[in-house]
């Protein structure tokens, strides 16, 4: 399985994960991206249609903020507080 999750430190505000993968990336209110569907945590499996997506914003991401693995990350929920 693969999982992914945003290294938030990393990510510079670019947009362009969000644009190409909308249903996977979301950002918060100073436009910091995190990984939408498990709060950046890295646990849920990416399935094989959110697969493409998601390697399109890997590959795209120009600070290599987007990270992948095929074990979960379980790193820490993302708030928005
Ligand atoms: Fe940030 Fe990279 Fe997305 S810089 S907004 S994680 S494409």
Partial sequence: ????????????A???CQMLAP???DYDQA?????KPDRNTGTEPL????TIDFR???QRCPTHAIKRSDQP?????????
Avoid at 31 to 35: F, N, S, W
């Fill in 1 to 12: 399985a693969l999982y992914g999750r945003v290294e938030r430190p990393e990510c510079i």
């Fill in 14 to 16: 670019c947009g362009l």
């Fill in 23 to 25: 249903a996977l990336f």
């Fill in 31 to 35: 436009g910091i991206a995190y990984y």
């Fill in 47 to 50: 399935n094989d249609q959110a």
């Fill in 56 to 58: 399109l914003a890997y």
């Fill in 73 to 81: 990350f379980n790193a820490r929920p993302f708030s928005e507080t």
